[in-house]
């Protein structure tokens, strides 16, 4: 059992930077590969960003590539997305996600899940 607990969303300017940051319950944190989805209003929940285990993969949607990082510090059971040049489209609410079976973009790999935390960019 993986509890997630997402923290650092707030209001941001377009071309500014947030963090967020998900912290886990769990002894077994460091097996799971971790992502970090999205959704907005109206819209399905879409995959932003994946780590592996080791943090040695990475996976990103095209629409935050090079704009946002993923990373995991396995000693303090937390995972990070730092986003960079944001945009007003990335105004959603995001959430982790724990992936007990290996690295991958679809909700349905992902088993355990934070309650999410609204980004908000205005233009």
């Known amino acids: 059992q993986v509890q997630l607990d997402e923290s650092g969303g707030e209001l941001a300017q377009t071309g500014g930077s947030q963090r967020l940051s998900c912290a886990a319950s769990?002894?077994?944190?460091?097996?799971?590969?971790m992502g970090w989805f999205r959704q907005a209003p109206g819209k399905e929940r879409e995959f932003v960003a994946a780590?592996?285990?080791?943090?040695?993969?990475?996976y990103y949607a095209d629409s935050v590539k090079g704009r946002f990082t993923i990373s995991r510090d396995n000693a303090k059971n937390t995972v990070y997305l730092q986003m960079n040049s944001l945009k007003p489209e990335d105004t959603a609410v995001y959430y982790c996600?724990?992936?007990?079976?290996?690295?991958?973009?679809?909700?349905?790999?992902?088993?355990?899940w934070g309650q999410g935390t609204q980004v908000t960019v205005s233009s």
């Open positions: 769990g002894r077994t944190f460091s097996s799971y590969a």
């Open positions: 780590i592996s285990w080791s943090a040695g993969r990475q």
């Open positions: 996600a724990a992936a007990p079976y290996g690295l991958g973009y679809l909700t349905d790999e992902y088993k355990y």
